[in-house]
């Protein structure tokens, strides 16, 4: 089983508060006051907050996410947690040789894939 870190995008909708007398000057005076936003407390860190500066903005998520990368961080072969509940399985090898994980919380065995395996007598 591998680990990945799948990141996506989502829309957040920004405030910002402005005197102006029309739309127009309005827009201008946000870009001039706040055209980007901020990583606070470390690039992320603080549970990734996105941050503004003045009491009169805001950040709020209004969407669902849409998940478009995809890296892997580990490649652990030895590892292999279940679908079902979640729990950590443990490896074993059945007496043909087939190696399977078995999930002591769900009673059930699984292949390299994920898929079901109905093991034969285990090895000892």
């Known amino acids: 089983m591998k680990k990945y870190r799948v990141c996506g995008t989502t829309t957040v909708t920004v405030y910002k508060e402005v005197w ?4 127009d000057e309005a827009c201008e005076k946000a870009y001039q006051q706040l055209d980007s936003l901020t990583e606070y407390c470390g690039n992320g860190g603080c549970d990734k907050l996105c941050g503004v500066d003045g009491y009169d903005e ?7 996410i849409h998940y478009d990368d995809v890296e892997v961080l580990e ?4 590892y292999f947690e279940c679908d ?12 043909d040789g087939t190696e399977y994980w078995w999930c ?11 898929d079901e395996y109905f093991p034969e007598d285990e090895e000892e």
């Not at 490649?75 to 030895?78: F, L, Q, S």
């Open 104 to 114: 002591s919380e769900c009673c059930k065995g699984f292949d390299e894939d994920g």
């Open 75 to 78: 490649d652990d072969p030895n």
């Open 58 to 64: 805001s950040v709020s998520a209004d969407d669902f």
């Open 20 to 23: 102006a007398n029309n739309e």
């Open 84 to 95: 079902e509940c979640g729990e950590e399985c443990e490896k074993k090898v059945d007496s």
